[in-house]
């Protein structure tokens, strides 16, 4: 009976935390209070711009965590960009769901090494598909 009662509390939260009203800009650029590695959003002579897009659409309502060599730099949902500005090197950038009753097996479409090259412009895609979590990096 507890057990129950404990797994339906659990869902009860998981799925009102689901439904909190979701914090936006006219602009569809992340707001500033779901950025948070914010130095990197400042452009500066010698770093290179990477520009993320999530699609919007039915399946790209849910609110993800992007991050950055595993930190956790913003949380992003549908319709949403970001712009960061990096030194040249090598970055791995992964997503994933931050409400969720499960853990995901790893996913190697959810993950993302760019190699940044001094004054390049990337452009990388976020999405969810039936299959799972997606970023790749646009041509």
């Known amino acids: 009976m507890i ?5 339906s509390l659990t869902v009860a ?3 009102a935390a689901c439904a909190a009203p979701v914090e936006r800009t006219a602009t569809g650029d992340i707001p500033a ?13 010698g770093l290179s ?7 919007g659409g039915l399946l790209n309502n849910e609110m993800l965590e992007l991050s950055i060599n595993d930190v956790v730099l ?7 960009h970001l712009s960061i500005w990096l030194k040249p ?9 931050v409400h969720t009753l499960t853990d995901a097996a790893p996913n190697p479409q959810d993950r993302l090494t760019v ?5 390049g412009s990337y452009k990388v895609q976020i999405s ?7 970023i790749q990096l646009l041509k």
């Open 128 to 134: 969810t598909e039936l299959r799972g979590l997606n």
């Open 33 to 45: 209070s779901r950025v948070y590695i914010k130095s990197m959003t400042q452009q500066a002579e």
């Open 74 to 80: 913003a949380q992003i949902t549908g319709g949403e």
């Open 115 to 119: 190699q940044v090259a001094r004054g």
């Open 89 to 97: 090197g090598s970055y791995e950038f992964g997503i994933k769901r």
């Open 49 to 55: 711009q990477i520009e993320f897009s999530r699609t």
């Open 13 to 15: 939260l998981a799925l």
């Open 3 to 7: 057990k129950a009662l404990a797994a």
